[in-house]
């Protein structure tokens, strides 16, 4: 009797479609979501299919409802005036039909509301924690031509490896200038424009504005982590990289087992440097556009289960810690100790590109650095470009669905809480 009393079962039972890709081919079965009201008209509880259970409150499902008076059909935008709407209101549902349920809400100034929200914002709207990442034990590779194949799975492939491993390498790449920027342009449609604009040259110069355009060594480290948004995939194509020279091997290291490591060996270190903020900056007066960008924030951002979700590690463009005395002794220790995490790494891969190799890596989530070099009379030359993380999820996001394939999207350490 009490379960009765608790739930009220409405006819909110349909039919949904579920199919699923094989090598045999598409299946498709017909399986029934059924939605229940809770007694008093406060929330709305869903059984899915594979039995899983979730509930929406009805102030949930009031600001999201998806009928024309509250989104715009074409932009998907939403027009409801939230001041309009109270927390405490009831909800009862018409039915469903077409993916759709249909809602009715009444408010206790007495406004009401009929309207209705998509079995797929539902479940796309249920909470999740940020997908652990796997390993790579080694460069994942795709060629040039696989990418611009007919059905598209080849790009899919190539975003994937990105998405799961945050790094990839593409051969048979044409060694011509700018070819990054056609590269990037033709999946991403724009490069992200930076301080270097919008491609840059990694070649050893006399009088260098970056410390990457000398031969030297290149501790690991994220590119331009002093801006507010750092870029989030990195792109360098070889042009030309010489027999004779010496050294100059690319290395790779991927960070969320490393900062797990931290966090599970030394707590107190880790949560030290999810609180103390550092310095990161770029001050060059000397050079065709003078730069002064300074930005404040701690290595490591976490969610509120202190899951690792933004990372910040840049050691060249480190500026003066600004903390309280209290402060600085605990952060050059934690920060010593997972600096030394990251040197003795076995995860390291290294890597001697070729011309016509075109090494892509999640710059937010996968630390890069350069082994020195001497060029004895050769040459070494890179082209970089880099790629806004919103924009390589958006592409990765709409092409898994235009391909009807499970994306999958995985932390891509760019902040998100889910």
């Known amino acids: 009797k009490k379960s009765k009393a608790m739930f009220r079962r409405l006819s909110v039972t349909f039919a949904n479609r579920l199919c699923s890709v094989g090598q045999s081919g598409s299946r498709c079965v017909r399986r029934s ?15 899915w299919p594979d039995g899983a259970q979730n509930t929406f409150s009805a102030v949930w499902l009031r600001h999201n409802c998806e009928c024309s008076e509250c989104k715009q059909p074409h932009s ?71 990418l611009y194949t007919e059905s598209k799975h080849g790009l899919w492939s190539f975003l994937k490896y990105l998405n799961d491993y945050g790094m990839c390498l593409v051969s048979g790449v044409p060694a011509r200038e700018q070819e990054v920027k056609k590269f990037t342009e033709s999946i991403f449609e724009h490069v992200q424009t930076t301080i270097y604009g919008e491609v840059f040259d990694v070649v050893s110069t006399p009088k260098p504005i970056n410390i990457a355009y000398t031969p030297v060594k290149l501790d690991l480290h994220m590119d331009l982590a002093y801006y507010e948004s750092p870029p989030g995939l990195q792109l360098l194509h070889c042009l030309k990289f010489d027999d004779c020279v010496t050294g100059g091997e690319s290395i790779l290291l991927d960070t969320p087992p490393v900062l797990e490591e931290l966090k599970r060996k030394y707590s107190t270190y880790f949560d030290t440097l999810v609180s103390i903020p550092a310095t ?48 600085v002794g605990k952060y050059y220790e934690a920060y010593c100790c997972l600096s030394k995490l990251f040197q003795t790494s076995t995860l390291k891969i290294q890597h001697r590109l070729t011309p016509g190799e075109l ?24 082209q970089g470009a880099y790629v806004n993380i919103d924009e390589f999820k958006s592409t990765f996001e709409f092409l898994s669905r235009q391909l009807k394939l499970d994306s999958g999207v995985r932390n891509v350490f760019n902040q998100s809480f889910s």
Do not use: C
Not at 284 to 291: A, C, G, M, V
Not at 293 to 303: E, F, K
Not at 361 to 374: A, D, E, K, P, Y
């Open 33 to 47: 979501i059924q939605s229940f009201v809770t007694a008093n008209g406060k929330e709305l509880s869903v059984t």
């Open 76 to 146: 998907g935008q939403k027009v409801v005036n939230a001041t309009e709407m109270t927390h405490n209101l009831h909800i009862s549902s018409d039915g469903a039909s077409d993916g759709l349920v249909k809602l009715k809400w009444r408010h206790v100034n007495g406004l009401q509301h009929s309207g209705f929200i998509s079995t797929q914002q539902l479940r796309e709207s249920v909470y999740t924690e940020p997908q652990d990442p796997p390993v790579a034990t080694a460069l994942p590779h795709i060629t040039h031509n696989e």
């Open 280 to 327: 990161f900056q770029k001050v060059h007066y000397e050079r065709q556009n003078p730069i002064h960008m300074v930005y404040r924030r701690p290595h490591i951002a976490v969610n509120r289960h202190r899951k690792v979700i933004g990372f910040f590690w840049a050691p060249v463009f480190e500026g003066p810690l600004v903390a309280s005395k209290e402060d």
């Open 359 to 382: 090494l892509v890596f999640n710059n937010r989530r996968v630390l890069h650095g350069r082994n020195s070099f001497t060029l004895n009379g050769g040459m070494r030359h890179l």
